[in-house]
C-alpha cells in the first residue's frame, strides 16, 4: 500500500515537468561548465601566458611551507610530492576567469530570453488628472473621483519560443507518463 503510494507521489512529480527541466538544466550546466573550463584553460590562457613570458598559469603556485629546505619546485607535483603546503594562484586565475565567462554567458542568455518573451498586458496606467497609478479598466480614478474613460486590456500572445517550450513540454510529459505505464505494466 504504501510502496503504491509512493509511486503515485513520484509518478506526479514526473508529470509536472519540473523534474525534466531541473534534469535539462543540470545537463546542459554540467556541459557548459566543462566547455567553459576547456575554453579558459586551452584557448584564453595559453596566449595570456605567453604575453606574460610563457607562464603556465596551471603552475603559478607559491610555496608555502614543507617540502625540502631551499628547494625550488617546477610545478605543483613536485611541490606536493616533496610534501611542500602550496597556494595555487593559477588554478585560482583559471577559475576566476571561468565564473566570468560563464556569469558573462549567463547574462546573455537571460538577456535574448528577456528579448524573446511576450510582453506582460498593460492592466494599469496613470489618471490624467492627479497622475496617481490606477487600472486601466477604471472609469473613475479611487484618488481624485474624477471621472475617466476605461480602456480595454488586451491579453498578452506568447511568444513563439514560449508556444515551442509549451509544445516540448506536452510531448516530455506523455513519454514520461508512457514510461510509467511501461514500468507499472512489467510489475
Do not use: W
Not at 616533496?82 to 583559471?94: D, E, K, P, R, Y
Not at 577559475?95 to 510582453?119: D, E, G, Q
Not at 476605461?150 to 514510461?179: G, H, M, R, W, Y
Amino acid at each position: 500500500m504504501a510502496k503504491s503510494k509512493f509511486l503515485s507521489e513520484f509518478r506526479t512529480f514526473l508529470e509536472r515537468g519540473s523534474a525534466i527541466d531541473m534534469a535539462v538544466g543540470i545537463i546542459v550546466g554540467s556541459v557548459m561548465t566543462s566547455m567553459v573550463n576547456s575554453l579558459v584553460k586551452d584557448v584564453i590562457m595559453p596566449p595570456i601566458g605567453m604575453l606574460l613570458g610563457d607562464i603556465d598559469f596551471s603552475q603559478f603556485f607559491i610555496v608555502l611551507s614543507g617540502g625540502e629546505p631551499g628547494a625550488h619546485y617546477n610545478t605543483v607535483a613536485e611541490a606536493q610530492a616533496a610534501g611542500a603546503a602550496t597556494m595555487n594562484i593559477g588554478v585560482f586565475l583559471n577559475t576566476v576567469v571561468s565564473f566570468f565567462i560563464t556569469m558573462f554567458a549567463v547574462f546573455m542568455l537571460v538577456k535574448i530570453m528577456n528579448k524573446v518573451r511576450s510582453k506582460k498586458a498593460v492592466t494599469t496606467r496613470t489618471c490624467p488628472y492627479c497622475k496617481s497609478i490606477i487600472n486601466a479598466e477604471a472609469s473613475k480614478c479611487p484618488n481624485c473621483c474624477s471621472a475617466v474613460a476605461p480602456e480595454s486590456v488586451v491579453p498578452a500572445q506568447p511568444s513563439d519560443l514560449e508556444k515551442n517550450l509549451d509544445k516540448l513540454t506536452k510531448i516530455a510529459k506523455k513519454k514520461v507518463s508512457k514510461i510509467v505505464k511501461i514500468t507499472k505494466g512489467s510489475r
